[in-house]
């Protein structure tokens, strides 16, 4: 039986193998995250409307849209949500082990722009130090800007 299915399996080729492996394996929603940070080592952080009332500051997250990075979700998300241009830096946390997504978190430095909060989801946004991060903080978010990985 192994024989078989290796034999059609290399007589599908290319484009037809792809769609077997994909209809076979998970789909995953990938939840991306800005560390973004501004030349005085400030944190940009979002109080977002969508968010649970007693956890709705973080770090500006979205999802990637097919075709595109992660790094140019960064980017896109942070523009949507406040004007703001952003460079991506370093990759540092990504999680698996959920149902149907991951969750990475770039590094990222605010290059340009001006703050225009998309007011839709925005409600407000705020830099802010280490030391006077907000009540109401996403745990993750919180343990990103420490530069503690998050559980």
Same mark, same amino acid.
């Given at each position: 039986m192994k024989r078989l299915i290796a034999k059609v399996w290399r007589g599908l080729r290319g484009s037809w193998?792809?769609?077997?492996?994909?209809?076979?394996?998970?789909?995953?929603?990938?939840?991306?995250?800005?560390?973004?940070?501004?030349?005085?080592?400030?944190?940009?952080?979002?109080?977002?409307?969508?968010?649970?009332?007693? &956890?709705?500051?973080? $770090?500006? @997250? *979205? /999802?990637?849209?097919?075709?595109?990075?992660?790094?140019?979700?960064?980017?896109?998300?942070?523009?949507?949500?406040?004007?703001?241009?952003?460079?991506?830096? &370093?990759?540092?946390? $990504?999680? @698996? *082990? /959920?149902?149907?997504?991951a969750e990475v978190a770039y590094e990222a430095r605010l290059v340009g722009g001006r703050m225009k909060l998309d007011p839709f989801e925005i409600l407000e946004a705020r830099w802010c130090t280490p030391e006077d991060l907000p009540e109401g903080l996403q745990p993750a978010h919180r343990a990103l800007v420490l530069g503690m990985i998050p559980d």
């Open positions: 193998q792809w769609r077997v492996m994909w209809l076979a394996h998970a789909k995953f929603m990938i939840g991306v995250t800005g560390i973004v940070r501004d030349d005085q080592g400030r944190y940009l952080l979002l109080k977002n409307r969508m968010w649970p009332e007693n &956890r709705d500051w973080g $770090l500006p @997250t *979205g /999802y990637a849209v097919k075709g595109e990075t992660w790094e140019q979700t960064v980017v896109r998300e942070v523009r949507e949500e406040t004007g703001l241009d952003v460079e991506p830096g &370093r990759l540092v946390h $990504l999680k @698996t *082990g /959920y149902k149907l997504r």
